[in-house]
């Protein structure tokens, strides 16, 4: 927005001009990018505690989801039961330190891997499987 004022001699024009303010750019705010912290709960045939070739899933297992470092006695963040295949998933998971753990040990095994803290930073898959001996 401008003014032209004009004067008789010598006929000069000028402008003048009304300040406006210039908003400064939208600076997006950065927002947290979510992760997943998945595995299988699995009879760990040989005690290796790695999912292989011969061994077997266990559906139906509760895996437990916790705030904070194991051992820190942060409260349980939600819980999910294996599917069929033993695959478990929490989507979703904000950067933070959690615990996974499995309660309770399914039937007739005792586990070969303890609850495990996880250490969520940048977006990205936490693989965390748990191995169980068959007692028999």
């Known amino acids: 927005f401008y003014i032209t004022i004009l004067l008789k001699e010598p006929f000069e024009t000028f402008r003048l001009f009304t ?3 210039t908003p400064p750019p939208n600076t ?5 990018q979510p992760s997943t912290i998945t595995g299988i ?7 290796d505690l790695i999912y292989q070739t ?21 409260g349980e963040i939600t819980s999910t039961n294996t599917g069929g295949d033993g695959r478990y998933a929490f989507n979703g998971v904000l950067p933070g330190d959690y615990c996974v753990d499995v309660i309770p040990v399914p039937a ?5 891997t303890n609850a495990t803290s996880v250490s969520v930073g940048v977006p990205k898959t936490h693989l965390v499987d748990f191995g169980y001996f068959y007692l028999g």
């Open 19 to 21: 300040p406006t303010f």
């Open 28 to 32: 997006p705010v950065p927002t947290q």
């Open 41 to 47: 709960v699995f009879h760990d045939g040989n005690g």
């Open 54 to 74: 011969g061994e077997f899933p266990l559906a139906g297992a509760t895996v437990h989801l916790y705030a904070g470092s194991c051992g820190s006695g942060g």
């Open 108 to 112: 007739s095994y005792t586990a070969k």
